[in-house]
């Protein structure tokens, strides 16, 4: 069975720093790219960070560059997002995805698996 659980959500204020981790059991991430989405309350989702297992090479929306950091442990089949200088508007649901290959537009793709989410609140 494939499955993705995310970890590592929370409450913290505002300019304070979260992990969120990313497993994977029933694949392995070669040559899968693993992304973030968001979901804040009456917003649609969003992705947010992104990698590929094939060259470690991150990719950022505009909103969290400079702040968040995605990278991968192969041997733990885990992705891990170190979230600093969080911000009130980071509030969401956190989503780890997977979809095999490399895509131009990561976020437009059509993701083959999908976690359950982990909650991170971020207080003013």
């Known amino acids: 069975e494939v499955q993705l659980v995310e970890s590592g959500g929370g409450l913290v204020q505002a300019g304070g720093s979260l992990r969120l981790s990313c497993t994977a059991s029933?694949?392995?991430?070669?040559?899968?790219?693993i992304a973030w989405f968001r979901q804040a309350p009456g917003k649609e989702r969003e992705g947010v960070s992104c990698?590929?297992?094939?060259?470690?090479?991150?990719y950022y929306t505009d909103s969290v560059r400079g702040r968040f950091t995605i990278t991968a442990d192969d041997a733990k089949n885990t992705v891990y997002l170190q979230m600093n200088s969080l911000k009130p508007e980071d509030t969401g649901v956190y989503y780890c995805?997977?979809?095999?290959?490399?895509?131009?537009?990561?976020?437009?793709?059509?993701?083959?698996?999908w976690g359950q989410g982990t909650q991170v609140t971020v207080s003013s």
């Open positions: 029933g694949f392995t991430f070669d040559d899968y790219t």
């Open positions: 995805a997977g979809v095999y290959g490399t895509w131009y537009d990561p976020f437009t793709a059509e993701y083959d698996y």
């Open positions: 990698i590929h297992s094939s060259d470690g090479k991150p």
